[in-house]
Nanobody, 119 residues
């Protein structure tokens, strides 16, 4: 079992920045891929950014150039630095971990942290 706890959400003005953090209950070096998804009002959950244990990253087009995902193996956290925020970034942001077991792959989710971009 992997427990994920997000923090760092809040209200920010357009053009501002926020840093989301997700703490894992297990050593993240054992986790193949960590990521952030978001779910805006009336929308389904969509990927924002992912990072593999090799350090490779992928970003949604809407996040490229503005968001940066990092993982801190010493602290067992995955972070999302969000800059130049726009109102359309308003959503609940979820942390996710993809773990490989001999029986298959399992995805774990945090409870989410709300980000509101508004003046």
């Amino acid at each position: 079992q992997v427990q994920l706890v997000e923090s760092g959400g809040g209200l920010v003005q357009p053009g501002g920045s926020l840093r989301l953090s997700c703490a894992s209950s297990v050593d993240i070096k054992s986790i193949y891929q960590l990521g952030w998804y978001r779910q805006g009002p009336g929308n389904g959950r969509r990927p924002v950014a992912t990072i593999r244990n090799t350090g490779g990253t992928d970003y949604a087009k809407s996040a490229e150039g503005r968001f940066t995902i990092t993982r801190d193996n010493a602290k067992n956290t995955v972070n999302l630095q969000m800059n130049s925020l726009k109102p359309e970034d308003t959503a609940v942001y979820f942390c996710t971990a993809e773990v490989s077991y001999t029986s298959g792959v399992k995805n774990y989710w945090g409870q989410g942290t709300k980000v509101t971009v508004s003046s």
